[in-house]
């Protein structure tokens, strides 16, 4: 190996950029986030508001929702979760690959909402680690694009090298669960 | 209209009563003539649909619940009303009407769900709202608003996740609407605002 320059050399190759792993995955990453449209109730008619061409949720890059856990990274909690249903919710976000986010849509779905009742769950972070809230009765199309904007920030500050290289299996810590003790 | 069928229904059955009511015809009947008297409800009165199937809980008096039915008749426009007292305050049951409304079937599971009353000759009394291994009916009059703290349905989420089917938060609840002035003034708000969540109910 005559060539003992190993440094980047502009002259041989051209049109790179030099950065870091952690901000080149966490800009793929950010840009292509696939929701899972967890739609339980009312907030799910804003939600398809916010995909439909008004509020056109694909001016930031997450527009291909996806009805199977195991095609998307980014569950949305839209809706009233009862306890019956709690199961189901969690289920499919274990389905989800890593890695994985969520968002709590509304009040139900952050914190049982106007359903103090004996069947709702009260929040959704009870059951999974949920990474933004919006607040709402539903929210607004736009409550939610802010979400998900807010979503984008924080996937952004990741450190997705050191998150690649430890062990998944162990489930993230929960929020809220066993709160109430 | 509505006073000639129950001047006929009452000459024809002797077992019915005419019960107080405030809007449609209300009929009084024991449980044991309720599948007699529905048949010939359906068949010879014209009351061919089943609109609804619920139940009332008396709390402290005897007969405890009571059984009630709306018919109506899609052919004179009539509704009618029927309110059967189960005789057994513990383990109150009635006669199923699912093989003569179709429509009974899901009414009955739910106000077998919700009220606990069992519906003999039911072909699949389970519980239609609530899980399978819910211990409570909700809407018994002794069932506190909040609801009581069991186990979440599923055992393994209930072990990942460690929660549990709690007394919802009341924070000085039930909230109420005052119903009257402009929007902005009539939010839903607790009566009772002395106490929250993280502060304790004032001991009276």
């Given at each position: 190996m005559h060539n003992k320059n190993v440094a980047y050399d502009s002259k041989v190759e051209g049109e790179i950029i030099v950065t870091q792993a952690d901000a080149v995955i966490n800009w793929i990453r950010k840009h292509s986030v696939w929701p899972m449209p967890m739609g339980l109730a009312c907030c799910a008619i804003e939600l398809m508001a916010a995909g439909a061409s008004r509020f056109d949720i694909s001016r930031f890059g997450m527009e291909v929702m996806r009805f199977s856990?195991?095609?998307?990274?980014?569950?949305?909690?839209?809706?009233?979760?009862?306890?019956?249903?709690?199961?189901?919710?969690?289920?499919?976000?274990?389905?989800?690959?890593?890695?994985?986010?969520?968002v709590a849509m509304g009040a139900c779905a952050s914190t049982g909402g106007m359903y103090r009742s004996y069947a709702t769950l009260q929040g959704v972070d009870r059951i999974v680690p949920v990474d933004v809230y919006v607040s709402g009765c539903p929210p607004r199309p736009e409550a939610l694009l802010d979400a998900m904007i807010k979503l984008q920030d924080k996937i952004g500050r990741e450190s997705a090298v050191k998150n690649l290289t430890t062990k998944t299996t162990t489930p993230r810590e929960l929020v809220g669960a066993g709160r109430e003790s | 209209?509505?006073?000639?069928?129950?001047?006929?229904?009452?000459?024809?059955?002797?077992?019915?009563?005419?019960?107080?009511?405030?809007?449609?015809?209300?009929?009084?009947?024991?449980?044991?003539?309720?599948?007699?008297?529905?048949?010939?409800?359906?068949?010879?009165?014209?009351?061919?649909?089943?609109?609804?199937?619920?139940?009332?809980?008396?709390?402290?008096?005897?007969?405890?619940?009571?059984?009630?039915?709306?018919?109506?008749?899609?052919?004179?426009?009539?509704?009618?009303?029927?309110?059967?007292?189960c005789t057994d305050d513990l383990k109150p049951s009635l006669p199923s009407l699912t093989e003569l409304y179709a429509a009974a079937n899901w009414h009955e599971r739910e106000t077998f769900d919700l009220m606990g009353i069992h519906y003999e000759g039911h072909p699949n009394l389970t519980r239609i709202l609530m899980w399978d291994s819910y211990p409570y009916h909700p809407l018994r009059k002794d069932f506190p608003l909040a609801g009581i703290e069991v186990p979440l349905p599923a055992d393994d989420v209930a072990e990942v996740t460690k929660a549990t089917v709690i007394p919802a938060p009341m924070m000085g609840g039930p909230f109420v609407s005052s119903g009257d002035g402009p929007m902005s003034q009539t939010e839903p708000s607790a009566r009772d605002e002395s106490w929250t969540e993280k502060k304790e109910k004032p001991a009276k």
């Amino acid at each position: 190996m005559h060539n003992k320059n190993v440094a980047y050399d502009s002259k041989v190759e051209g049109e790179i950029i030099v950065t870091q792993a952690d901000a080149v995955i966490n800009w793929i990453r950010k840009h292509s986030v696939w929701p899972m449209p967890m739609g339980l109730a009312c907030c799910a008619i804003e939600l398809m508001a916010a995909g439909a061409s008004r509020f056109d949720i694909s001016r930031f890059g997450m527009e291909v929702m996806r009805f199977s856990p195991r095609q998307a990274d980014c569950m949305i909690v839209a809706g009233t979760v009862t306890y019956k249903m709690a199961e189901v919710v969690r289920r499919i976000y274990d389905q989800m690959a890593e890695p994985k986010w969520v968002v709590a849509m509304g009040a139900c779905a952050s914190t049982g909402g106007m359903y103090r009742s004996y069947a709702t769950l009260q929040g959704v972070d009870r059951i999974v680690p949920v990474d933004v809230y919006v607040s709402g009765c539903p929210p607004r199309p736009e409550a939610l694009l802010d979400a998900m904007i807010k979503l984008q920030d924080k996937i952004g500050r990741e450190s997705a090298v050191k998150n690649l290289t430890t062990k998944t299996t162990t489930p993230r810590e929960l929020v809220g669960a066993g709160r109430e003790s | 209209m509505a006073e000639s069928d129950l001047a006929q229904l009452t000459e024809r059955f002797d077992f019915i009563s005419e019960r107080k009511s405030s809007d449609h015809p209300a009929l009084n009947c024991p449980a044991g003539m309720l599948v007699d008297f529905c048949r010939a409800l359906r068949d010879d009165f014209g009351y061919d649909m089943l609109v609804d199937v619920t139940a009332i809980d008396w709390d402290v008096q005897s007969p405890r619940f009571t059984g009630i039915y709306h018919f109506l008749s899609t052919t004179k426009h009539l509704y009618l009303r029927i309110a059967v007292d189960c005789t057994d305050d513990l383990k109150p049951s009635l006669p199923s009407l699912t093989e003569l409304y179709a429509a009974a079937n899901w009414h009955e599971r739910e106000t077998f769900d919700l009220m606990g009353i069992h519906y003999e000759g039911h072909p699949n009394l389970t519980r239609i709202l609530m899980w399978d291994s819910y211990p409570y009916h909700p809407l018994r009059k002794d069932f506190p608003l909040a609801g009581i703290e069991v186990p979440l349905p599923a055992d393994d989420v209930a072990e990942v996740t460690k929660a549990t089917v709690i007394p919802a938060p009341m924070m000085g609840g039930p909230f109420v609407s005052s119903g009257d002035g402009p929007m902005s003034q009539t939010e839903p708000s607790a009566r009772d605002e002395s106490w929250t969540e993280k502060k304790e109910k004032p001991a009276k």
